[in-house]
């Protein structure tokens, strides 16, 4: 086995990579078949073994571009149905956004192919390692687009029960020790029994943690209150090309929409509509009027609401992508984690105008200020997202150690009935599962959704239809162990393993 590895040729491997990393999308929603990123990680660990630094790295590229092609390939149709791109440009675009995005994926892997691609334990320790470092980068790297973690799958697995304690991140590290663990089994199956003791060690300890994942998913770290919150949800399904129109009628028409479907919720406790739910050709102070007459009927039933809106601050001459509280809710919270392009553009003067999807009225928002505090509603606190904002794992975490409940305010209509919808709902579940929060989570076109502290969906609306849906949430004060410490610890963590495989080495090589 391992002679037929080893003398594989460039181009095959290189394909095999591509194929492997494309391959992972099945183990996401909406397809969920997690053993497939087990088997195509054991396919990558064992391309990387026992390669040349240039082999690694350009297998580790491929893999990457696999990866990001196929997880990702939604961003096509923002780029072309709303940006006005044309199909061949917008799919060379998405290419190339993947190819950034492997060159990202692949940093880690230098340390990998640097120091630890001939050690005895390079695949069993160094590569989950190497790869929670890279997942804990692309949280924070060029303001971080942290997508398509392999814990995301994990929803349902025996490795549930890590998320509350390590996080996602945690369970991307089992699942690579465990393909890393298999690549060795699949390398040395012809091996002596004497250089076996390690990998069976390793082994055992994979059995120990998919065991113990399937017992910790039985214990709630964070007990709810007793007191039942009323939730009223608004999906307008307003189509995106009328939202982006700065059409009069159609503004009004969105008004009337959002007066008419919260007519029958105001007997609950919140009621919630999504991001941007005001039309965007409305700022806050612009809509005030109208925001008035809501709060007024808020007020009057003893509800609290909250609502996207864009927020002007004049005097600074900026704009936020904003949630507002009206009625029994209290409080503004602008977002602090915008997308590239998307709701602004990181080089304005050079990219402005080559081409619709860089004039796109939303390409104007300014980062909101890091140390706000979420919203109150009838006493209870809430932390905000916005959005991209709910992805962010440590974000949410830290910011729920002072709230009792999660809200998530969403416009996915840029990406139409794609996968992306899905890919995003199952990441929202997963902030759910390590805060040990209620989350709900509103959106404009659907799914819509009241998720529980353990991460499973309660009640969900439909997608592209207007409706109006109910739901029940409890208030959870207590925190969870991921609350406590974050991912901080599994990155020093992560690097201080690093450290301990390379140290020997580097004091043989500097006593020879």
Same mark, same amino acid.
């Given at each position: 086995?391992?002679?037929k590895?080893?003398n594989?040729?460039q181009?095959i491997?290189?394909?095999?990579?591509?194929?492997?990393?494309?391959?992972?999308?099945?183990?996401?929603?909406?397809f969920?078949?997690w053993? /497939?990123?087990?088997?195509?990680?054991t396919?990558l660990a064992l391309?990387l073994k026992?390669?040349?630094?240039? @082999?690694?790295?350009?297998?580790?590229?491929a893999?990457?571009?696999?990866?990001y092609?196929a997880g990702?390939?939604?961003?096509y149709?923002?780029?072309?149905n709303f940006?006005?791109a @044309?199909p061949?440009? +917008?799919?060379?675009?998405?290419?190339?956004?993947?190819?950034?995005?492997?060159?990202?994926?692949?940093?880690?892997?230098y340390?990998?192919?640097?120091?630890?691609?001939?050690?005895?334990?390079?695949?069993?320790?160094?590569?989950? #390692?190497?790869?929670?470092?890279g997942?804990?980068?692309?949280?924070w790297?060029?303001?971080? &687009?942290?997508?398509?973690?392999?814990?995301?799958?994990?929803? *349902?697995?025996?490795?549930?029960?890590? $998320?509350?304690?390590?996080?996602?991140?945690?369970i991307s590290f089992i699942?690579v020790?465990?393909?890393?663990?298999?690549?060795?089994?699949i390398w040395?199956?012809?091996?002596?029994?004497?250089?076996?003791i390690?990998?069976?060690?390793?082994?055992?300890?994979?059995?120990?943690?998919?065991?113990?994942?399937?017992?910790?998913?039985?214990?709630?770290? #964070?007990?709810p209150?007793?007191?039942?919150?009323?939730i009223?949800?608004v999906?307008?399904?307003?189509?995106?090309?009328?939202?982006?129109?700065?059409?009069? =009628?159609?503004?009004?028409? +969105?008004?009337d929409?959002?007066?008419?479907?919260s007519? =029958?919720?105001?007997?609950?406790?919140?009621?919630i509509?999504?991001e941007?739910?005001?039309?965007?050709s409305l700022?806050?102070?612009?809509?005030?009027? &109208?925001?008035?007459?809501?709060?007024?009927?808020?007020?009057?039933?003893?509800a609290?609401?909250?609502?996207?809106?864009?927020?002007?601050?004049?005097?600074?001459?900026?704009?936020?992508?904003?949630?507002?509280g009206?009625?029994?809710?209290y409080?503004?919270?602008?977002?602090?984690?915008l997308?590239?392009?998307?709701e602004?553009?990181?080089?304005p003067?050079?990219?402005?105008?080559?081409?619709? &999807?860089?004039n796109?009225?939303? @390409?104007?928002?300014?980062?909101?200020?890091? =140390?706000?505090?979420?919203?109150?509603a009838?006493g209870?606190?809430?932390?905000?997202?916005i959005c991209?904002?709910i992805?962010?794992?440590?974000?949410?975490?830290? #910011?729920?150690?002072?709230?009792?409940?999660?809200?998530?305010v *969403?416009?996915?209509?840029?990406?139409?009935d794609? /996968?992306?919808?899905?890919q995003?709902?199952?990441? $929202?579940? %997963?902030?759910?599962l390590?805060?040990?929060?209620?989350?709900?989570?509103?959106? *404009?076109n659907g799914?819509?959704a009241?998720?529980d502290?353990?991460?499973k969906?309660? *009640?969900?609306?439909? @997608?592209?239809?207007a409706?109006?849906?109910?739901?029940?949430?409890y +208030?959870?004060? =207590?925190?969870?162990? &991921? %609350?406590?410490?974050?991912?901080?610890p599994?990155?020093?963590?992560?690097t201080l393993?690093?450290?301990s495989?390379?140290?020997?080495?580097l004091?043989k090589?500097?006593?020879?």
């Amino acid at each position: 086995m391992p002679d037929k590895i080893l003398n594989l040729s460039q181009p095959i491997a290189l394909i095999i990579a591509l194929i492997s990393g494309a391959l992972i999308t099945l183990s996401f929603a909406p397809f969920n078949i997690w053993p /497939i990123a087990l088997l195509s990680l054991t396919t990558l660990a064992l391309l990387l073994k026992e390669q040349s630094f240039k @082999s690694i790295l350009w297998r580790s590229f491929a893999f990457g571009v696999g990866f990001y092609s196929a997880g990702i390939h939604w961003i096509y149709v923002s780029i072309h149905n709303f940006g006005g791109a @044309s199909p061949m440009l +917008a799919g060379f675009l998405v290419f190339i956004f993947a190819c950034i995005m492997a060159v990202v994926f692949t940093l880690p892997f230098y340390v990998f192919a640097r120091w630890f691609n001939r050690h005895a334990l390079g695949l069993i320790i160094a590569l989950p #390692a190497c790869w929670l470092l890279g997942e804990w980068m692309r949280t924070w790297l060029l303001t971080g &687009f942290p997508w398509l973690f392999l814990g995301y799958a994990h929803l *349902n697995s025996p490795l549930t029960g890590w $998320a509350p304690i390590t996080g996602v991140m945690g369970i991307s590290f089992i699942l690579v020790m465990s393909a890393g663990t298999l690549a060795e089994w699949i390398w040395k199956v012809k091996g002596q029994p004497t250089k076996k003791i390690s990998l069976i060690i390793a082994s055992l300890s994979c059995v120990a943690f998919w065991t113990a994942g399937a017992s910790l998913k039985n214990i709630t770290w #964070a007990e709810p209150d007793t007191a039942p919150i009323k939730i009223g949800m608004v999906q307008p399904n307003i189509d995106q090309s009328t939202k982006l129109s700065f059409n009069q =009628d159609t503004t009004i028409a +969105a008004l009337d929409q959002l007066r008419d479907l919260s007519t =029958d919720l105001w007997t609950n406790d919140w009621v919630i509509w999504p991001e941007a739910a005001i039309p965007t050709s409305l700022t806050y102070q612009d809509a005030l009027p &109208f925001l008035e007459e809501i709060n007024s009927k808020a007020s009057e039933h003893s509800a609290a609401l909250f609502t996207g809106v864009i927020y002007e601050d004049r005097a600074k001459q900026k704009y936020y992508n904003s949630i507002a509280g009206l009625g029994e809710g209290y409080g503004f919270y602008h977002k602090r984690r915008l997308v590239p392009f998307g709701e602004y553009l990181p080089f304005p003067n050079q990219v402005r105008g080559l081409i619709e &999807f860089f004039n796109l009225p939303t @390409s104007f928002i300014h980062l909101g200020p890091q =140390d706000q505090h979420g919203l109150i509603a009838k006493g209870v606190r809430i932390t905000p997202a916005i959005c991209y904002e709910i992805v962010y794992p440590d974000l949410i975490a830290q #910011a729920a150690k002072e709230t009792q409940v999660l809200l998530s305010v *969403n416009n996915l209509g840029w990406f139409l009935d794609s /996968i992306q919808s899905k890919q995003f709902m199952q990441m $929202a579940q %997963m902030r759910a599962l390590e805060t040990g929060r209620y989350l709900v989570y509103s959106t *404009n076109n659907g799914p819509s959704a009241i998720i529980d502290n353990h991460g499973k969906i309660l *009640n969900h609306s439909d @997608s592209f239809k207007a409706q109006t849906f109910t739901g029940v949430i409890y +208030a959870v004060k =207590d925190w969870t162990p &991921f %609350m406590v410490y974050g991912s901080g610890p599994l990155a020093i963590l992560s690097t201080l393993l690093l450290l301990s495989l390379s140290t020997p080495l580097l004091l043989k090589r500097q006593e020879q």
